[in-house]
């Protein structure tokens, strides 16, 4: 049975407002403290992340994938998910500008492999990737990855 990322998905922001891939980044952590999976201390990691290693999270055109290492900031796994009103430049070469970013607090290495796998099979579909990032509720988004999910 497949994953409903419905389901993983701890918090949704639609047409969010960031000035810059910082702030984006900000967001979703806002998101997986909101939701229960983190702490402020998981966001600031999330940023130094990019900070040390460049914008490797963007994943894809328009998609970043923000994360950190496991550590003692995540208190369980989870999903935020970020749609923004206006992209932003996270400094890749090939994927700018940034209209989604996907925060992810993982507890260790291994236990979000099934979440990616399904978040991956849902955004390689192109016509369901411009529908999520066109939702303007969370309503919409649920509904719509859970239906992705089931594909």
């Given at each position: 049975m497949a994953l409903d990322l419905a389901e993983a998905v701890c918090?949704?922001?639609?047409?969010?407002?960031a000035a810059n891939w910082r702030d984006a980044i900000?967001?979703?952590g806002?998101?997986?403290?909101?939701g229960g999976a983190a702490t402020d201390e998981y966001t600031a990691q999330m940023?130094?992340?990019?900070?040390?290693?460049g914008p490797y999270i963007v994943i894809a055109p328009g998609i970043a994938l923000a994360h950190?290492?496991?550590s003692e900031a995540v208190l369980q796994g989870g999903l935020s998910w970020v749609s923004l009103e206006q992209?932003?430049?996270?400094?890749?070469?090939?994927n700018d500008p940034v209209s989604l970013v996907?925060?992810?607090?993982?507890?260790?290495h291994t236990t979000h492999i099934d979440v990616l796998r399904a978040l991956a099979g849902v955004l390689s579909q192109k016509d369901i990737l411009n529908q999520l990032v066109a939702v303007t509720t969370a309503d919409?988004?649920?509904?719509?990855?859970?239906?992705?999910?089931s594909i």
């Open positions: 918090s949704i922001a639609t047409k969010a407002t900000r967001l979703a806002e998101g997986l403290v909101a940023i130094d992340a990019v900070e040390v290693h950190a290492r496991p992209p932003v430049e996270f400094g890749h070469s090939k996907i925060g992810l607090a993982a507890v260790d919409e988004l649920r509904s719509l990855l859970s239906k992705a999910s």
